[in-house]
């Protein structure tokens, strides 16, 4: 995945909603998300957002949008303080979701991205489904690492497993981000549909609220370190990374830091109410 510039990332919005880094937990903002227009190009550039309404939390400084159409919720998140990018970096992020009226407890995706063996990439582009010629793998293997980006159902305990492939008509979650000195901006597409049959799915529905929480950084992944979180349930199936283990093990064992976050990580987290787009 590229890294494009940020500098290309600023679409004109409509004005911004700020978060109260004081506010009670118990007020939490609320924003409408826009009928998705046009289709959304994973890449961390922000060309497909221009008026939609966005929502920034002065504590990290992040700034959020939200589209969705009849299956999927796009998040477009843009960081420009440093300290919230290196929180990212170390924990990855995470999305959980809980429509609104519910008190069922939250459930949603944790994104990672890292780099990977050209061997290991190869394969997993394999178990995606693509079909890759020698010359290509040739091409593939003329760089030592490649970026990947990787996707786990989690809830709010911490529960997390994975990595999430394809296995219904509906894509599992997926992100793209682009980064330079000046910050990260990220677009992310999730499943509306219910995590007991998409997992990693919000559980949304078109036209109705869902609380969608951000929170990546801290000290306390300890569920990513766990034999539990890294034996992926489909490894079973052959699920497996070039090496023979889970790609949840390839992928998790590749980062200590995000096994064994620093002390000095900061933990960011917010809640926003979420107004669905009609589907019609």
């Known amino acids: 995945m590229s890294t494009p510039s940020l500098s290309r990332c600023r679409a004109p919005f409509l004005p911004i909603l700020l978060l109260a880094a004081t506010a009670s937990a118990a007020t939490v903002p609320a924003v409408s998300s826009a009928r998705l227009a046009a289709p959304i190009r994973l890449d961390g550039q922000a060309d497909e957002w221009a008026g939609v309404p966005r929502i920034a939390d002065l504590k990290s400084g992040a700034e959020l949008a939200f589209q969705n159409d009849a299956r999927y919720i796009y998040i477009l998140l843009a960081l420009n303080k440093p300290e919230s990018v290196q929180s990212v970096e170390a924990t990855g992020m995470t999305v959980l979701g809980r429509p609104g009226g519910s008190g069922k407890p939250a459930k949603g995706v944790l994104f990672l991205h890292g780099e990977i063996d050209a061997d290991a990439y190869i394969a997993w582009r394999e178990s995606q489904g693509a079909v890759l010629t020698e010359a290509e793998k040739v091409e593939i293997r003329k760089t030592s690492r490649h970026p990947i980006s990787l996707a786990f159902a989690t809830d709010e305990t911490g529960s997390s497993y994975g990595p999430l492939r394809k296995q219904t008509d509906v894509f599992p979650p997926d992100f793209g981000m682009s980064r330079n000195a000046a910050g990260m901006v990220c677009e992310f ?3 509306l549909a219910s995590p007991n049959t ?3 799915g919000l559980g949304g529905t078109p036209g109705a609220a869902i609380r969608v929480t951000l929170g990546w950084g ?5 569920g990513l370190s766990t034999k539990g979180s890294r034996e992926s349930p489909n490894s079973k199936s052959g699920y497996q990374s070039g090496t023979g283990r889970t790609w949840g093990q390839e992928f998790l064992d ?6 064994n976050p620093s002390p000095s990580t900061k933990k960011f987290s917010f809640a926003v109410d979420v107004k669905l787009a009609d589907e019609r």
Do not use: E, H, Q
């Open 189 to 191: 597409r999730i499943p």
């Open 198 to 200: 998409v997992p990693g």
């Open 218 to 222: 801290g000290t306390d992944r300890k």
């Open 254 to 259: 590749s980062f200590d830091t995000m096994s």
